[in-house]
């Protein structure tokens, strides 16, 4: 079974302590890895779009990798803004446009 | 330009009883797609919409759900009769032309049954 993995589970973080976030999947003919940010109550917000081993995204502090098996996203001195729950989807080729979701980090800046 | 929006923000319903939600995409976007998230798990596919018709209604759990999209502009989603194992946060997210086009997400219609 198609399989997304995000580690770790939760992260806490002082202000300004850069760590990356890692998104793990087990599945075959990847059309896309999509990561989202989610603030409570709200809808997952767009953040990139990866398609290719060895492709980076960059948007403020936030940088987004892509390897064969997994996606990293980087957190650059970090800010208490940026906490939020942090979403990894992949989308397969064969499964049409619907999106397979991992189940989030938890990212928590403290000033 | 709006975003993705969805009514109710809000539903506590009975075990039996008939809940319907709305989505409202994108303007111009033709594809629809409906997500929920139960509680402590993962967000899961439901259904997708080009316009008007279904093209992927794979994820949809069973019978007492029911997806429509009238004129291929808003979506609605009713559950019929409701059960427990129905609460969580439903989602619907639009998205533009075909492959490779990110989905834009609303902000949820959290679904409680009692």
Redesign the interface.
């Given at each position: 079974e198609d399989q997304v993995t995000q580690s770790p589970e939760a992260l806490r973080l002082q202000e300004g302590e850069s760590s990356s976030l890692n998104c793990s999947y087990t599945v075959s003919g990847l059309r896309g890895l999509f990561w989202y940010r989610q603030d409570p109550g709200k809808g997952p917000e767009f953040l990139f779009t990866l398609y290719s081993a060895g492709e980076e995204k960059e948007k403020e502090r936030l940088k987004a990798t892509l390897t064969k098996k997994e996606s990293f996203l980087h957190i650059t001195a970090p800010k208490p803004e940026d906490s939020a729950t942090y979403l990894c989807a992949v989308r397969l080729g064969a499964a049409g446009n619907k999106l397979t979701f991992g189940g989030g980090t938890r990212v928590l800046v403290k000033p | 330009e709006a975003g993705?929006t969805q009514f109710p923000s809000h539903s506590v319903i009975e075990k039996g009883q008939t809940v319907t939600l709305r989505c409202d995409p994108i303007s111009g976007h033709d594809?629809l797609?409906w997500?929920r998230r139960v509680m402590g798990?993962?967000?899961?596919?439901l259904l997708?919409f080009v316009k008007e018709s279904k093209?992927?209604e794979?994820?949809m759990p069973n019978n007492r759900f029911l997806a429509e999209r009238t004129g291929g502009t808003y979506s609605t989603l009713k559950v019929q009769p409701a059960e427990l194992e129905d609460s969580g946060v439903y989602?619907c997210?639009s998205?533009q032309g075909?492959?490779?086009?990110?989905?834009?997400?609303?902000?949820?219609t959290r679904l409680t049954v009692t």
């Open positions: - | 993705v594809n797609y997500y798990k993962e967000i899961k596919f997708h093209q992927d794979s994820g989602f997210a998205s075909t492959a490779g086009s990110e989905q834009y997400f609303g902000p949820g």
